[in-house]
């Protein structure tokens, strides 16, 4: 009698296709969410030591870090940190991005809590490590108001300039668009350009765990509330236009992008 169909062995094809389901049907068990949620800690980690630590280190060392610099740093990092594990978690970074996802339906709202906790600690993490080793309060690496503009003024400035991110990244993350190079490169070049011209008003926070985390670990949260109103409405306002340019949003290529996603493998070489 031949061998019941399924206790044969599995060809290389089709083991390796088995593995791969059974590993993207392990990561996306519920009890495997600490893998984004440590992903988003780790990336938000990076993006606010080098954004708090150009401020930080240009007052520890004056004239070491230009603007420029200041700016573009924290740009060049986001741009690594999506290529490197925004297959992960979609590498959020920033809880303006995680409800604007979630307003568009290609975030679950359940994990939007998980995300922004995961943000504020890493965010947080990154401020204290930073005052540990510079020395410096960790304030000279948050985010305030110019001095003679009031916080009206840095909160029009924080909303405009997070509507354009944002729209930003929902676009790379729609459709034939969602290419990861493509988006690391748009979403980095848009944070460097945004801060060379909009930092000197509100600082170009654009990231409410951006500037929680130094204000945390210094307690100065002067006109903090700037930096949550403003780049949560700029977010509201980014989803709005997206379902205006594009249409309401839970489609597979913006869910993949917003939630991440494990299979990352092609099979063969073909291009065609």
Known sequence: ?????????????????????????????????????????????????????????????????????????????????????????????????????????????????GYVVAQLVGASLAALILHSVLHVSAMYGSNYPARGHSDLAAFWMELILTMGLVSVILGTASGAQNIGLF?????????????????????????????????????TFTGYWVYVAGPVAGAVLAAAFAFVLRGPGGGKAGSTAAQGDLFTETLGTDRS
């Open 183 to 219: 988006a690391a490169i748009g979403v980095g070049s848009y944070i460097a350009l945004a801060g060379l011209w909009g930092s000197p008003l509100s600082g170009a926070s654009m990231n409410p765990a951006r500037t929680f985390g130094p204000d945390l670990v210094s307690t």
């Open 1 to 113: 009698m031949p061998p019941h169909p399924e206790s044969r062995p599995l060809g290389p094809l089709a083991r390796y296709e088995h593995s791969i389901t059974e590993r993207i049907s392990n990561f996306n068990d519920p009890r495997q969410e600490w893998r984004r949620l440590f992903s988003e800690l780790l990336g938000t980690f990076l993006l606010v030591v080098a954004a708090a630590g150009a401020g930080m280190m240009g007052h520890a060392f004056p004239g070491s870090v230009s603007h420029s610099a200041a700016v573009v740093a924290p740009a060049l990092t986001v741009l690594a940190v999506i290529l490197f594990m925004g297959k992960v978690s979609g590498a959020h970074l920033n809880p303006a991005v995680s409800i604007a996802f979630a307003l568009r339906r290609d975030f679950p709202w359940r994990r939007v809590p």
